[in-house]
């Protein structure tokens, strides 16, 4: 019809959904506490830690659940998040300043992208923005710009899923623009973040019926791509 695939998508009342609950709900209770936690009147930043967190166990927790999640062992990671993102709030919340406020902050970040990417594969898609969104805004708290630009990846991932192609393809290229390396002396890393990001963008427009856009885009990703060989850095850094 020459149009965009989301011309269609217009807005319209939903469906009555019945009323049975998502099965999956009474399985995720745990889950949503710590990237949704109750918000009262008292100021509140996390659970009080008995004893000091272990910021290296923690991040190596968080490094094995994503172990498992390129495993497709999706029932151990689900059964590890509760606890993994309990342990990452206690931590910021008990190491408020200084370089381990730091480390802190992008373990929880890593929680949380580890968390949004799971999510995000098993349809829960408003929780999974949820932790996406905590993911970027805690690594954007700490300048890290790879693991900042490595949680918006799996948030286009995630408006790719949702049907919202335009700010899909938005999101991703208005961050190729920000990271972009010099590609004569980028680290493997950087190169990974700006390809993965600009293969987000080339998906969204491919999605969207906008072929020309899309084979730009993967010209630009293949540009990033180093020649016969396959770099596989840090889940949360690409």
């Not at 094995?64 to 709030?89: F, I, K, M, T």
């Given at each position: ?59 190596r ?78 690594a ?48 493997p ?50």
């Amino acid at each position: 019809m020459g149009v965009t695939t989301a011309t269609p998508l217009a807005p319209d009342a939903p469906q009555p959904v019945g009323r049975g609950e998502d099965p999956n709900r009474a399985n995720l209770i745990q889950l949503y506490a710590a990237p949704t936690p109750p918000v009262g009147l008292a100021e509140t930043d996390g659970e009080s830690a008995t004893e000091e967190p272990n910021l290296r166990r923690i991040r190596r927790a968080v490094h094995d659940g994503a172990v498992l999640y390129h495993s497709d062992s999706y029932r151990s990671v689900a059964s590890r998040l509760p606890a993994l993102l309990r342990d990452a709030n206690t931590a910021v919340a008990h190491f408020d300043h200084g370089d381990e406020h730091h480390q802190a902050l992008l373990a929880r970040a890593e929680a949380m992208q580890l968390a949004g990417r799971y999510l995000t594969q098993v349809r829960q898609y408003d929780l999974a923005y949820t932790a996406l969104s905590h993911a970027i805004t805690d690594a954007r708290h700490t300048g890290d710009t790879l693991t900042s630009a490595s949680g918006i990846i799996g948030m286009c991932w995630l408006l790719l899923r949702q049907g919202r192609l335009d700010e899909a393809e938005q999101l991703a290229a208005q961050t190729t623009d920000v990271i972009e390396p010099r590609l004569s002396r980028a680290t493997p890393d950087e190169c990974a973040a700006w390809g993965w990001l600009t293969l987000r963008a080339a998906a969204a427009a491919g999605r969207d019926n906008r072929l020309q856009e899309a084979r730009h885009y993967y010209r630009v990703a293949t540009a990033a791509a180093p020649a016969g060989r396959e770099h596989t850095g840090s889940f949360f850094r690409h």
